[in-house]
């Protein structure tokens, strides 16, 4: 066989939809895996605790296959799964925010003294 039957995805487009989601809108999460290794690690762990979560979910309660909604979307119609499932999501970022292996790393872009620089730099261009 080719080595390419053997490939599997690593994350469930859904999952990784709603961790990637969930990074973006809430700005608690965004702030605590702002550096490029924070954001690897929480990705990582969310996709993975989130879909053993959603797994037992699935497992315990049966959902229908309604179209075009997938198994995932279909748990998280039920607002109290969904808000295990988020919570998840946001204790996996608390719990890579507190590694203090990285404690060191660094945001990701500019910090906001760049950005306040880079405005004024603008408003110049604009009056100019």
Known sequence: MAEEEFWLPLVDEP????VARMQQEDPEIAALVASPRRQLAFRTFAYVRAGIL??????????ANEGS???????????AHRAAVEEEIRAV??????????????PLGPDEAA?????????GLDSG
């Open 54 to 63: 959603l797994g037992s979910l699935l497992v315990d309660h049966d959902v």
């Open 115 to 123: 950005r306040e620089r880079f405005r004024a730099f603008a408003r």
């Open 69 to 79: 909604r997938t198994w995932i979307d279909e748990l998280l119609a039920d607002p």
């Open 93 to 106: 970022a608390r719990e890579v925010a507190a590694d203090p292996k990285l404690a060191d790393d660094q």
């Open 15 to 18: 999952i990784g939809e709603l």
